[in-house]
Nanobody, 131 residues
C-alpha cells in the first residue's frame, strides 16, 4: 500500500527555517514509480496550491512565491521527500502536504503546477510562521 506521512511542521519565527519530511512506504522515492512528487500547502479559506515538484533526474519546479527560499529533494537512504524552507514569512503558514503523480509515466509532471494530477495525499503537517 502506498502511504505518505509528513512531519516537521512547527511554530517558527519570521526569517526562520524548517525542514519538512515526507516518509514514503510501499515504494522507493527514487524508483521510476515515483518519477513525479511534490509538496503542497493549504491555508484556511484558500485552495490547496503547489509549492514545488520534483521529476525524474532531479528536475525541480517551484511556485513563484518560493522565490529561491525553498528546496525540494529526495533522500534515498530515508526513503523521504524533503522540503527545506528558509527565510520563512507569515504568509507561508498553512498545512503542508506531499503527494505523488501516478498517471502513466509519459504524463507525470506534465501539468505545470496543477494539483489535480496528484494523489495519495498524506495528512499534512502544520507550519506556523509568527512572532
Amino acid at each position: 500500500e502506498v502511504q505518505l506521512v509528513e512531519s516537521g511542521g512547527v511554530l517558527v519565527q519570521p526569517g526562520g527555517s524548517l525542514r519538512l519530511s515526507c516518509v514514503a512506504s510501499g515504494f522507493r522515492v527514487t524508483a521510476t514509480y515515483a518519477s513525479c512528487m511534490g509538496w503542497f500547502r493549504q491555508s484556511p479559506g484558500k485552495e490547496r496550491e503547489t509549492v514545488a515538484i520534483i521529476r525524474s533526474g532531479g528536475r525541480t519546479k517551484y511556485a513563484d512565491f518560493v522565490n529561491g527560499r525553498f528546496t525540494i529533494s529526495k533522500d534515498n537512504v530515508r526513503n523521504t521527500l524533503t522540503l527545506q524552507m528558509d527565510s520563512l514569512k507569515p504568509e507561508d503558514s498553512g498545512m503542508y502536504y506531499c503527494a505523488i503523480d501516478l498517471r502513466p509515466e509519459e504524463f507525470r509532471c506534465s501539468s505545470g503546477l496543477a494539483t489535480t494530477p496528484f494523489s495519495n495525499w498524506g495528512r499534512g503537517t502544520q507550519v506556523t510562521v509568527s512572532s
